[in-house]
């Protein structure tokens, strides 16, 4: 399954992802997290010491690799320069697993908190004023339009606070959607925001309330957010240690905070994959993108890349490609 956790920005969707990915690991569940908000929080997170989380590798980067390495044999894509962030695969493609060995994760994902996870990466001052942050999140749009995740896996996403993913495809690639919200106007502002632009793609959405202090908080959820709320998390003497560094064992998270966690893995669980939608949801996006600006930049018809034929799924996945055919070298950490 792939979950995404968005909220406003300081509601705790950081947190929360990070808890997450942390339970989902100690129950043995193979697993992805990915850090694509652009305040790269999630290593520390998941309890990185700071030179740990600013040495990771980004999946920006190593982008013109990742390309190559995705396209694969599909005739369809003349080369990796002519990839955008919207291609879909097709007859040919390479996709990905969730737990493999391949040259994309050799190269991009680390173990950090005992989770393995990937960044976009930050800012860099050569981006400030001249670079957009979509473009870096572009490469998790691509990787997610290729990962073929099995019952039983999961991938993580803490995404762009706000509804900055709506500025993209990217929402459409997610089995459940955590919004995080907390008891104030502002946080279901987005909540609603959210909500309505999600409607039209039918998009899983569960409220997740945070830092619920009374009965008064929970009721102003309730009247707010309504059906959308699933669950709620008291404040917690645990994340406070852990947003000044100290990250503890799980064990140590107060026992009605860790059966948030597994409600909301259960409701994940309990989540239908409909990769006949991801797969619409993908073609959609792509022609959309190509029309807006792909086609221009490409010097050609990218909307010939779709392969109407190819359904994406576990009925798609191919025999692993021999290590010698495999062309994306370790970006340096």
């Known amino acids: ?26 129950a043995g569940r193979p ?64 996709l990905l697993r969730v737990a493999e060995e391949n040259p994309v994760w050799a190269a991009h994902v ?21 670079a957009c942050y979509h473009s870096k999140v572009g490469a998790v749009e691509l990787i997610l339009n290729h990962l073929v995740d099995l019952p039983g896996e999961y991938v993580v996403v803490d995404m762009t606070a706000g509804a900055d993913s709506f500025a993209s495809g990217l929402f459409t690639r997610f089995d459940r959607t955590f919004l995080v919200c907390e008891p ?11 909500a309505a632009y999600a409607r039209d793609y039918d998009v899983t959405l569960s409220v997740i309330g945070n830092k619920v202090e009374d009965d008064s908080d929970l009721a102003f959820l309730r009247e707010h957010v309504g059906a959308d709320l699933l669950a709620c998390l008291s ?8 947003e000044r560094g100290t990250v503890g064992p799980l064990a140590e998270l107060e026992p009605a905070n860790r059966a948030v966690l597994d409600r909301l893995v259960d409701e994940v669980d309990a989540t239908v994959q409909d990769w006949a939608a991801f797969t619409r949801h993908a073609h959609e996006f792509h022609r959309r993108n190509a029309a807006a600006w ?33 062309s994306v070298a370790p970006t340096p950490a």
Do not use: C
């Not at 968005?6 to 989902?24: N, P």
């Not at 980004?58 to 080369?79: D, F, H, V």
């Not at 002519?82 to 007859?91: D, F, H, N, Q, R």
């Open 31 to 94: 697993l992805l997290a990915v850090d694509a908000d652009i305040n790269q929080h999630l290593a520390v997170a998941l309890g990185a010491p700071a030179e740990q989380a600013t040495g990771l590798p980004p999946l920006g980067e190593g982008l013109p690799r990742i390309k190559e390495y995705l396209r694969g044999g599909n005739p369809r894509i003349a080369s990796a320069a002519a990839m955008v962030k919207t291609t879909p695969p097709g007859a040919g493609s390479r």
């Open 294 to 326: 792909a086609n221009e930049r490409a010097g050609e018809d990218l909307t010939t890349q779709i392969d109407p034929d190819f359904l994406m799924g576990p009925a798609a996945i191919r025999p692993t490609v021999p290590a010698a055919d495999r």
């Open 184 to 194: 104030t106007l502002r946080s279901v502002g987005v909540y609603r925001q959210y």
């Open 110 to 130: 680390r173990e950090v908190g005992g989770v393995r996870l990937a960044v976009t990466g930050a800012f860099t001052e050569q981006d400030l004023g001249v």
């Open 235 to 242: 404040r917690s003497s645990y994340v406070r240690r852990a």
């Open 1 to 26: 399954m792939k979950i995404a956790f968005v909220g406003k920005g300081g509601s705790g969707k950081t947190t929360l992802a990070a808890l997450v990915a942390r339970h989902l690991v100690a």
